[in-house]
């Protein structure tokens, strides 16, 4: 089964029963935790009562026929606690009882695990219970598989929910789910708490503030506050309760004294205070910097009345008993926020000159400010659904639209942004989001290039589909590969709408030419070569190819081979070079050199001498770079003279292998080394972590060591995620001594990773 929101997995198993209770005129909600253990019967009697409690006009037959349902079909599933997994279900339609929803939201809060769960299907559902709770059980199904949260996705992840809740409903229903889950977090491992506190606080209760339902966002943020940051949570707490008793008294004075004042104006209204949220008092500390003891807005006073007029008359009484907080006066009922929230806000210096903040609305309205989208719904039987079609639209603009905190929530959710972006879900659940248009092949690339030229065919939603299918909001795709297939055809290019898509499918044609072109001068070559009586692997190292290659800037002989095919170079000329000429001996080739070496006047300053032999023209390998000290090998090169290798040198072994006649013994003039100023050009490099002034600070320890800079350039590599600096340097230098004292001091250097040397 799979770990997913409201599964079996899931170590949710408490119930939480809300308890009343008035306090010095306040009305204050505290939270009885209990291990339950119901019967069914108990289970259905509850959720009926409640249903009653909220004088709910719902099909209660249609109620008890998804009880059952649920309860048959998850029977033998328990909880981590041992309780019987129906409990979960139940307890979500009682939340969504408790927000005044429809019958059919209800039932689908009952039914929303069955079809991930159990043996279900949506066709069974919608059979029994119609083509709406379908639609809405489907709805809560896709939004399960959420990914994982994190800075880059968070914004993406909420456009989506919007994108994909065709129904408001199905947000609503997501919401209810996931506030059981956090109520019962406890039963969970700490790691998964983190993770499900993490994502309900960045995700989840941005959207229910959203839409509107504060009481919802305030619950969700507590929880996540206490299981993220529980010593914060624990401060805070303690902080609020060791105030309590003096709160109390507060509160009950100022109660006492509006209620005394609206009799004396022969107005009747709801007086009530309650605390401070614990997470909006965090915030308020860590984001501006406050002391809990600056903090005088802890308690938050409401009125509550019948009529929008009796506010402004309870408004001008509050004012003229109190003295009011310049500045801090909002009329959200004139102009009310984008969702739907209407008020009046005011803060007033009450007794001994505290600030005390007052909010007046009617009852309407508070129903509205606690559940948001969730008053509205006013779904009756079979009537008419124009009116909820439209509030639809208005939500969807609601949601969508900038909001006033936008660090809450999705930045610029525009319907411009949405129109443009969809959003569908990978097999294991991933949300993968695509340009509007996409198909099933533009999908298959967008998960990784090597998938969409490894396609084959494709599903979307369990179902076989041509690979150009339009994608939609929500639709599950899968992609079927074959490490058999010939790769892309011709006609994919237009199967796909996505400009990315379009460019990879022409690169796989392209890289198909230049492979079929390698091949094609690769055979050229071997033809070539065998008129000669030689084979052109055995030299690909040869010098007289890396020159060539190097003339003309060719990287790879696979190029090369390309280059050939294609008409680019002239074969002719590159064939010259090994045409057979008459073979000389390698004392004959000695003696050339050393003619040469003569001529040109070089003597032994270098400090190597040449068995057998004297002033013959030689050279250091660059690959290498031998200094006085190394372990050193001959190769007698065509028409270069000697070059230099250390013992070590990898090119060195290579060349060996195909002409190991060619080696000759050399060894250094350790008198004419100690004697003479010779430096030697010496490669190395040096890894570090990148920094400005790193670079400088290396060349003032050449400087110091009066080491000659030949040249200087630098690169970056990136190992297990992180990027490293690479410095490569060009120095001139007597000795392999001199370097490793160098050396010894630049690996002391903070930054510098490693000395590499050639």
């Not at 309860?71 to 599933?77: A, L, T």
């Not at 008459?582 to 068995?611: A, F, P």
């Amino acid at each position: 089964m799979k770990d997913n929101e409201g599964s079996m997995e899931d170590e949710k198993t408490i119930t939480e029963k809300n308890i009343e209770t008035r306090n010095t005129g306040s009305t204050q909600r505290k939270k009885i935790t209990e291990i339950v253990n119901k019967t069914e019967e108990e289970l259905l009697q509850e959720l009926m009562e409640r249903i009653k409690e909220n004088n709910l006009d719902v099909d209660t037959e249609k109620v008890k026929a998804a009880f059952t349902l649920a309860n048959e079909s998850h029977i033998g599933q328990k909880r981590r606690s041992g309780e019987n997994y129906i409990l979960h279900p139940v307890e979500v339609a009682e939340i969504l009882a408790d927000m005044r929803m429809d019958t059919d939201t209800i039932v689908a809060g009952i039914l929303h695990d069955v079809v991930e769960d159990t043996l279900i299907t949506l066709p069974d559902i919608e059979y029994t219970f119609g083509k709406d709770v379908s639609k809405l059980v489907d709805g809560v199904t896709k939004l399960r598989n959420l990914p994982r949260t994190d800075s880059k996705k968070i914004e993406n992840i909420r456009k989506m929910v919007v994108a994909m809740a065709e129904d408001i409903r199905v947000v609503i229903i997501k919401l209810a789910d996931r506030l059981h889950n956090m109520r019962t977090l406890k039963y969970m491992k700490p790691e998964k708490q983190q993770i499900k506190a993490k994502e309900t606080i960045e995700v989840y209760a941005p959207i229910a503030h959203r839409i509107g339902m504060a009481k919802m966002k305030w619950e969700l943020e507590d929880i996540s506050f206490r299981y993220l940051y529980p010593e914060d949570y624990k401060e805070i707490s303690e902080l609020v309760k060791s105030k309590r008793k003096e709160r109390e008294e507060y509160t009950g004075k100022v109660i006492k004294k509006i209620e005394e004042e609206l009799k004396k104006h022969n107005v009747s209204g709801e007086v009530t205070g309650r605390p401070k949220h614990l997470y909006s008092i965090y915030k308020k500390i860590h984001e501006k910097g406050k002391k809990f003891t600056d903090l005088y807005d802890l308690i938050a006073m409401r009125i509550i009345v019948d009529k929008e007029e009796e506010c402004y008359n309870i408004l001008g009484i509050i004012h003229n008993l109190f003295i009011p907080v310049t500045g801090r006066f909002k009329d959200y009922i004139a102009v009310p926020k984008t969702n739907g929230y209407q008020s009046i806000h005011t803060t007033v210096l009450g007794p001994d000159d505290q600030k005390v903040e007052i909010q007046i609305r009617t009852r309407e309205m508070h129903r509205i400010a606690e559940d948001g989208v969730a008053a509205h719904w006013k779904y009756k039987e079979k009537k008419s659904k124009t009116k909820n079609d439209k509030y639809y639209a208005a939500v969807k603009h609601i949601i969508k639209a900038n909001t006033e905190n936008p660090e809450k929530f999705a930045q610029k959710v525009t319907d411009d942004v949405l129109n443009q972006t969809i959003f569908v879900f990978t097999p294991k659940g991933d949300v993968m989001e695509l340009a509007n248009g996409s198909t099933a092949l533009d999908f298959a690339f967008q998960v990784h290039t090597q998938i969409g030229y490894r396609t084959i065919g494709a599903k979307v939603n369990e179902r076989i589909v041509q690979l150009d299918q339009i994608l939609e909001n929500a639709d599950k795709v899968e992609i079927m590969t074959s490490r058999n297939t010939k790769g892309p055809g011709k006609d994919w290019i237009n199967m796909v709408n996505n400009n990315s898509s379009k460019v990879k499918i022409r690169k796989w044609f392209k890289d198909k030419e230049f492979e079929e072109k390698t091949k094609e001068g690769e055979q050229i070559l071997e033809r070539e070569f065998e008129k000669l009586g030689m084979k052109f692997r055995d030299f690909e190292e040869d010098e007289r190819v890396f020159l060539y290659m190097k003339k003309f800037n060719i990287g790879t002989i696979d190029l090369l081979c390309y280059k050939f095919a294609t008409g680019d170079l002239s074969l002719d000329g590159f064939m010259k070079k090994f045409e057979v000429q008459e073979e000389k001996d390698i004392v004959q080739v000695l003696e050339e050199e050393t003619e040469k070496g003569n001529r040109k006047k070089r003597k032994s300053e270098g400090g190597v001498k040449i068995s057998g032999t004297e002033n013959t023209m030689y050279r250091f390998a660059k690959c290498c770079s031998p200094l006085p000290g190394d372990n050193i090998k001959g190769y007698v090169t065509r028409g270069r003279g000697i070059a230099i290798h250390r013992a070590d040198c990898e090119n060195l072994k290579q060349l060996m292998e195909h002409e190991p006649n060619r080696e000759i013994e050399v060894f250094w003039d350790e008198e004419a080394v100690n004697s003479s100023n010779t430096k030697y050009q010496y490669n190395f490099s040096v890894k570090t972590i990148d920094r400005s002034g790193l670079l400088l600070d290396i060349i003032r320890i050449l400087n110091e060591y009066k080491m000659e800079l030949v040249n200087v350039n630098t690169n970056y590599i990136k190992e297990n995620g992180n990027v490293y600096g690479l410095l490569h340097f060009g120095i001139m230098i007597k000795k392999r001594e001199d370097f490793d004292r160098l050396a010894n001091n630049l690996n002391s250097m903070r930054d510098v990773i490693e000395v590499i040397k050639k």
